[in-house]
């Protein structure tokens, strides 16, 4: 590895300039320019170049989105009756991964009566049937912008409620009175411990396949006419960069009224989980709106950076790159607007600038290179 940090340091070759050392403003421009020679040969294998060119980067809205389950792919674990929780399984825990039908939990208590069982299940199905048209009409109003989201949001959280102790009922009936995954997936939450008592209706565990999730961001209300022209989003995870319109993904629904638990407009979007996200995460998100307005832009890892000062390396012809200040505008987190210094089809290096970047730094160039002080 020595080695060949060497043998790319030493590959760099700085052209000659003229050796003028006036202070005139010609001067002033040569110190942010620099060329260099970079031989092919050492090129890293995580090499790139990158076409300046113009396209609607749109109006780009930053924000953290929290990564939540998505409630179609829930179960929710309920108790049928009070009682002390038994684990069936000593592994039971946060993040285990489950079978459809594998039993969970047992409640002990000898005071119920099974044809209970059976009228409390009846009630649960009529409750869990009206809960979902409740929670389907809620939604449709909410595109209409009829009513909030946290309207939704209790009809959704009404529905799962409903739900879950329709399916645990649903398993009791049916001459069983341990509680059940109704599906394959992971305990991403664990709401009890063994031995706890519960009471009816209490959560005891949630399971979700985890396949899509739904992210839920919150923009100031400053930002809300531009919503109705949201199109995509991309989302920084780890040193990726995921798009939501790559992923077939889909923005759901936002707000039309202001959350009174922090002011601000929620937008719910949701993409297949094939990225590891991971639920109650925060993700760092930019939500891009249609603006019809083009503007020049190059990759975002093109852009290196020096105490404020923002530059890229343009490739003039074959192994010679140019050092180049430029002006940055709004980024979407995978792409950056060049508002100066750049031409429409200029070629700029994008994965492998830092190397170019480091010999400059490690100061063995020459000493005249760029007239650099």
């Known amino acids: 590895m020595k080695k060949l940090t060497i043998a790319i340091l030493l590959s760099i070759v700085v052209c000659a300039c003229h050796h003028s050392h006036h202070h005139d403003k010609d001067a002033h421009k ?40 998505s409630p179609e792919e829930e179960d929710r ?37 099974d044809n209970s069982i059976s009228v409390r299940y009846q009630q649960a199905k009529a409750d869990y049937q009206a809960s979902k048209i409740e929670y389907e009409r809620k939604k449709e109003l909410l595109n209409d912008g009829i009513v909030s989201q946290a309207v939704v949001d209790k009809a959704l959280q009404e529905y799962t409620s409903t739900k879950a102790l329709y399916n645990a009922l649903s398993s009791a009936s049916q001459g069983t009175s341990n509680l059940r995954s109704n599906r394959n ?69 936002y707000s039309h009224t202001i959350s009174e638990q922090n002011g601000m407009v929620d ?23 249609d603006s019809q307005n083009e503007s020049l832009v190059i990759d975002k890892e093109c852009v290196m950076e020096e105490l404020g000062v923002y530059f890229v390396f343009v490739q003039k012809k074959a192994e010679v790159y140019e050092k180049r200040q430029i002006k940055v505008g709004k980024s979407d987190g995978k792409h950056i607007e060049v508002l100066s210094g750049l031409k429409e089809g200029e070629k700029v290096v ?24």
């Open 77 to 113: 674990i309920v108790a049928l009756y009070s009682g002390k929780i038994k684990f069936l399984n000593k592994d039971i825990a946060l993040g285990k991964r489950v079978s459809k039908g594998q039993a969970l939990f047992a409640i002990e208590n000898n005071e119920i009566a």
């Open 30 to 69: 040569e110190s942010n320019a620099m060329e260099v020679i970079f031989h092919d040969e050492h090129r890293p294998a995580e090499w790139s170049i990158c076409k300046v060119e113009k396209k609607d980067i749109g109006c780009v809205v930053s924000a953290m989105s929290q990564v939540l389950s």
């Open 267 to 289: 937008v719910i979007l949701q993409i297949r989980n094939d990225e590891d996200f991971l639920t109650g995460s925060f993700i760092k998100t930019f939500l891009i709106t």
């Open 350 to 373: 994008a994965k492998g600038a830092y190397l170019l970047r480091l010999a400059q730094s490690s100061g063995t160039l020459d000493a005249h290179a760029g007239h650099n002080h």
């Open 185 to 253: 997936g992971y305990i991403v939450s664990l709401k009890v411990g063994n031995g706890e008592y519960v009471q009816e209706g209490d959560v005891l565990a949630i399971v979700s396949e985890n396949k899509t999730v739904n992210l839920k961001c919150s923009v100031p209300y400053s930002y809300y006419n531009e919503l109705k022209n949201l199109k995509d989003a991309n989302f920084i995870l780890g040193d990726k960069v995921i798009s939501l319109s790559e992923k077939n993904g889909k923005i759901l629904s």
